[in-house]
């Protein structure tokens, strides 16, 4: 039986294949701010504190089924998909490229080599500079440059991608 060569991709494209026998080793692994959560949490606490207080107190029972089946509807889209959509995004950096999966229901995979030259350049808007993010982009030569969107500590992103480059 022939050994699968190192290069071949995954039976599932989206996980992250890291080489160790090529020297590739894994630097980071993180997600977008947490604090994108503040508002969908702030959602659920609301609906807990209606829910207690409305739930039951309807004259006809079918009212109440209704006020329930709203408040489910609310802690789907409120909570549960932003907590998903949340946990669909992640960035993996290595010593040799960096990863971004993104998606929840379609997912998207974009990769770049930090073997060719490339250029890193961090912005950040709004609060970002408040909760040390921002959104880090890589120009590696190719026509769509891959963006961390509202990366922790962006600056010592740059700074490992900035060192992994030299």
């Known amino acids: 039986m022939p050994t699968p060569s ?3 991709p995954a ?11 090529l020297g590739e080793q894994v630097v980071a692994r993180f997600r ?3 604090r994108r959560l503040a508002m ?3 959602v659920l606490i609301a609906l807990a504190v209606a829910c207690g207080y409305f739930l039951g107190r309807f004259p006809e029972q079918w009212q109440n089924l209704t006020a329930l089946a709203v408040a489910g509807a609310v802690a789907l889209f409120g909570w549960v998909m932003p907590v ?3 946990l669909a995004h992640r960035y993996t950096v290595t010593t040799r490229r960096v990863i971004a999966v993104r998606g929840l229901f379609v997912r998207e995979r974009q990769e770049v080599s930090l ?5 890193v350049t961090l912005r950040r808007r709004g609060l970002q500079a408040l909760f040390r993010t921002g959104d880090v982009t890589i120009h590696s030569g190719g026509d769509h440059p891959l ?4 990366v922790p500590d962006a600056r010592l992103i740059v700074t490992a991608l900035g060192d992994l480059g030299a």
């Open 115 to 119: 073997r060719r030259g490339f250029d």
């Open 147 to 150: 963006v961390l969107r509202d």
């Open 40 to 42: 969908p949490t702030l």
């Open 84 to 86: 998903l959509s949340w």
């Open 32 to 34: 977008r701010h947490a």
């Open 6 to 8: 190192p290069y071949e």
């Open 11 to 21: 039976a599932d494209e989206f996980t992250t294949i890291v080489h160790p026998e």
